[in-house]
């Protein structure tokens, strides 16, 4: 993980103002001083970089959730934040859903070890958002996030993205598929598994909806989706056990649909291990999407919090997920400005053609579809 400057122009402007000791910019930094970690909005209402840093420092700690260490190169991340800064983490539930981090932001309101900050698939920061359990808080770098990649207020921003891909072992599968007609085929019988619930699992959920696209949906149409995995379970070919490091290194889940960064990821972690572990973005359904961050309005280490965002959207955090495999929101920048790790970049699964995304919207709308129709799909 390599962190760079997260000074934006305009912080830096503000600390030139500050050492010609003007009047004017005491005034403005007594006025930042007086904005409690909880309420800002900018590093610069605490008064800059340094005033956070020193204000989350104090706090001493940092409650996240459902961020497991293999999930995007998080284990690396999490440790150089810590090391870093002299912050203590307290990590809960590492192997649960986005649905998981919502109720614990409701549940756990009020208590030291409710959730500082969240990773959430898309249809979950939207649903958190609308319910105003998020406070509104831009990083130094949010004029390189693209406009519709972020709330305008800040509420939540896409930090990392992927494609649905389709991994599978190649010491167990004679011939690995490549897309989703290939799953039907009766040689995967019982081999096809799901990272999670999509009713729960913003992964599964994608999964879900890359089907659709490869059946005949669209981003308005979820329901060939949810129809094609009820074929895919009446075929027997459809695992009922969610796909894990854990289950893939026993041989339990031999085909998983997942994201490719995850998948990629696999590739590498279970190389000496005698797993031969493929991936394919499939070719009849590409599908991509970004997760999200967002700070818990009443985080119990507000300024942490802050803090944690601001080094995961520097250049630092930014290539530190591109290092797992994952497509941080800032690339684009990055590649442009010569700072993302040319090397890395490289290793990206390679997809062909344009992906566009689907609108807030209309995740909303096939989200309660989803609810409605996927448990009678699945065990009809």
């Not at 409701?106 to 319910?131: H, I, T």
């Not at 085929?185 to 990272?195: F, I, R, S, T």
Request: proline share 5%.
């Amino acid at each position: 993980m390599k962190r760079v400057l997260v000074v934006s122009v305009a912080a830096m402007v503000a600390v030139a103002g500050l050492a010609g000791c003007g009047s004017s910019s005491k005034a403005k930094e007594k006025a930042a001083a007086t904005t409690s970690a909880a309420e800002a909005k900018s590093a610069a209402d605490l008064g800059g970089m340094d005033a956070l840093i020193a204000a989350a420092k104090k706090e001493g700690q940092l409650n996240v959730i459902t961020l497991p260490h293999d999930w995007a190169n998080y284990g690396e991340i999490l440790k150089t934040f810590s090391e870093k800064y002299g912050i203590k983490l307290e990590e809960a539930n590492p192997d649960g859903s986005s649905s998981d981090e919502i109720n614990a932001v409701k549940s756990l309101k009020g208590q030291d070890r409710a959730p500082d900050v969240l990773d959430l698939g898309s249809a979950f920061a939207l649903s958190g958002a609308k319910e105003d359990l998020f406070a509104p808080y831009k990083v130094a770098k949010w004029d390189e996030i693209p406009a519709n990649q972020k709330d305008a207020d800040g509420k939540s921003y896409n930090d990392y993205g992927g494609f649905v891909s389709i991994g599978c072992d190649a010491k167990k599968i004679t011939v690995c598929p490549t897309s989703f007609a290939d799953l039907l085929k009766p040689e995967y019988k019982g081999k096809v598994a799901l990272n999670g619930n999509p009713t729960k699992s913003g992964s599964a959920f994608a999964g879900v909806y890359a089907a659709a696209l490869a059946n005949g949906g669209s981003y308005d149409n979820i329901q060939p989706g949810i129809d094609w995995f009820a074929k895919l379970k009446q075929a027997g070919n459809f695992l009922p056990v969610e796909s894990t490091p854990a289950t893939i290194e026993k041989g339990e889940t031999p085909i998983s649909i997942d994201w490719d960064y995850l998948n990629a990821g696999y590739s590498d972690k279970f190389k000496d291990k005698g797993i031969d572990w493929k991936v394919a973005v499939p070719s009849d359904g590409k599908y991509a999407n970004y997760y999200n961050q967002a700070i818990n309005k009443s985080a119990p280490h507000p300024a942490a919090a802050r803090l944690w965002e601001e080094f995961l959207y520097s250049d630092e955090g930014q290539n530190l997920w591109l290092k797992g495999y994952a497509r941080p929101v800032r690339l684009p920048k990055m590649v442009a400005a010569n700072t993302a790790k040319a090397d890395l970049v490289a290793k990206l699964p390679k997809v062909e053609g344009d992906v566009k995304f689907p609108t807030p919207d209309q995740i909303t709308a096939v989200k309660k579809v989803l609810a409605d129709n996927w448990a009678k799909a699945i065990t009809s």
